[in-house]
C-alpha cells in the first residue's frame, strides 16, 4: 500500500517534471537556455519516472532493467548535452540579445594567445 | 512591426498558450475515462508534439538536435510506463536501446555540427 503510493508519486512527479523542461524547451530564446531547460527533463523527469517503476515492482526481472536504465541515463545525457554545447558554440551560433557575459569565449581567446 | 505591437502579440500568444494546455489537461484529466498510466502517457504524448513543432520550425540546427535528444529521453519514460500497465519487462528493453541509439546520433549530429568529420 505505502510502495504503491510512494510509486505512483515518483511517477506523477517525474511526468510533471517532463512536462515542465518541455514547456522550457518551447518557450525560452536561445540554444543554450533551451538546453539548460531540457536537462532537467532527464534528471528529474524520466529517472523519476523509472525510480518509480522499480518502486513498484521491486527486484524482479523489470526492476533490474529499470536500475539498469536509470544508470545508462544518467552517464550518457550530460555527454550527449556537453557535445552539443560545445558544438553548437564552436559553430558560431549567436547568444540571445539579453545575454549578458560570455565566458567561454573569453576563455578559448585566452588559449589562443 | 512596432515595439507595442510586438508586446501585444506576444501577450496573446501566452494566453493562447494557457488555454490549449488547460483545456488539454481538463480533457485529460477530468474527461477521458481511462487507467492512471494511460492518462500519464498521453501527457507525454503532448511533450512529444511540442518537441515536433521544435523540431520542424527549429531556427537553428542545434534546437533540433537537441530536440531529438530528449525525445529519446521522453521514450524510456513512455516505455517504462506501457511496461508497468501490461506488466511485461521487455518494454524496458526497447527503451535502452531507443536510449542508445538517441545518444549515439546525438553525439554524431554534435560532431557533424562542429564541422569535423565522423572518423577524426
Same mark, same amino acid.
Given at each position: 500500500?505505502?510502495?504503491?503510493?510512494?510509486?505512483? /508519486?515518483?511517477?506523477?512527479?517525474?511526468?510533471?517534471?517532463?512536462?515542465?523542461?518541455?514547456?522550457?524547451?518551447?518557450?525560452?530564446?536561445?540554444?543554450?537556455?533551451?538546453?539548460? /531547460?531540457?536537462?532537467?527533463?532527464?534528471?528529474?523527469?524520466?529517472?523519476?519516472?523509472?525510480?518509480?517503476?522499480?518502486?513498484?515492482?521491486?527486484?524482479?526481472?523489470?526492476?533490474?532493467?529499470?536500475?539498469?536504465?536509470?544508470?545508462?541515463?544518467?552517464?550518457?545525457?550530460?555527454?550527449?548535452?556537453?557535445a552539443?554545447?560545445?558544438?553548437s558554440?564552436?559553430?558560431?551560433?549567436?547568444?540571445?540579445?539579453?545575454?549578458?557575459?560570455?565566458?567561454?569565449?573569453?576563455?578559448?581567446?585566452?588559449?589562443?594567445? | 512591426?512596432?515595439?507595442?505591437?510586438?508586446?501585444?502579440?506576444?501577450?496573446?500568444?501566452?494566453?493562447?498558450?494557457?488555454?490549449?494546455?488547460?483545456?488539454?489537461?481538463?480533457?485529460?484529466?477530468?474527461?477521458?475515462?481511462a487507467?492512471?498510466?494511460?492518462?500519464?502517457?498521453?501527457?507525454?504524448?503532448?511533450?512529444?508534439?511540442?518537441?515536433?513543432?521544435?523540431?520542424?520550425? #527549429?531556427?537553428?540546427?542545434?534546437?533540433?538536435?537537441?530536440?531529438?535528444?530528449?525525445? #529519446?529521453?521522453?521514450?524510456? #519514460?513512455?516505455?517504462a510506463?506501457?511496461?508497468?500497465y501490461?506488466?511485461?519487462?521487455?518494454?524496458?528493453?526497447?527503451?535502452?536501446?531507443?536510449?542508445?541509439?538517441?545518444?549515439?546520433?546525438?553525439?554524431?549530429?554534435?560532431?557533424?555540427?562542429?564541422?569535423?568529420?565522423?572518423?577524426?
Open positions: 500500500m505505502i510502495r504503491e503510493i510512494i510509486g505512483m /508519486a515518483l511517477i506523477v512527479v517525474g511526468v510533471a517534471f517532463d512536462f515542465l523542461g518541455v514547456l522550457g524547451l518551447i518557450r525560452l530564446p536561445d540554444v543554450y537556455n533551451r538546453l539548460q /531547460a531540457s536537462t532537467k527533463c532527464v534528471t528529474f523527469g524520466s529517472a523519476g519516472i523509472l525510480l518509480g517503476a522499480f518502486v513498484l515492482q521491486g527486484f524482479t526481472n523489470f526492476g533490474f532493467k529499470v536500475l539498469i536504465g536509470i544508470v545508462f541515463i544518467f552517464l550518457t545525457s550530460p555527454v550527449a548535452a556537453h552539443i554545447a560545445r558544438a558554440h564552436r559553430s558560431g551560433i549567436k547568444l540571445t540579445d539579453e545575454s549578458i557575459v560570455d565566458l567561454y569565449k573569453e576563455d578559448h581567446e585566452l588559449k589562443e594567445e | 512591426m512596432s515595439n507595442s505591437q510586438k508586446i501585444r502579440w506576444r501577450i496573446f500568444r501566452w494566453i493562447i498558450g494557457f488555454i490549449g494546455i488547460c483545456l488539454f489537461m481538463y480533457w485529460n484529466f477530468f474527461v477521458y475515462f487507467p492512471i498510466y494511460f492518462k500519464l502517457i498521453n501527457v507525454l504524448f503532448f511533450c512529444m508534439l511540442f518537441i515536433l513543432f521544435r523540431v520542424l520550425f #527549429g531556427p537553428t540546427p542545434a534546437d533540433r538536435i537537441i530536440a531529438v535528444d530528449i525525445l #529519446g529521453v521522453l521514450t524510456i #519514460g513512455l516505455t510506463l506501457l511496461g508497468l501490461y506488466n511485461q519487462s521487455f518494454f524496458m528493453d526497447i527503451g535502452l536501446i531507443w536510449a542508445l541509439m538517441s545518444f549515439i546520433a546525438s553525439l554524431a549530429y554534435a560532431k557533424i555540427l562542429e564541422g569535423r568529420s565522423l572518423d577524426d
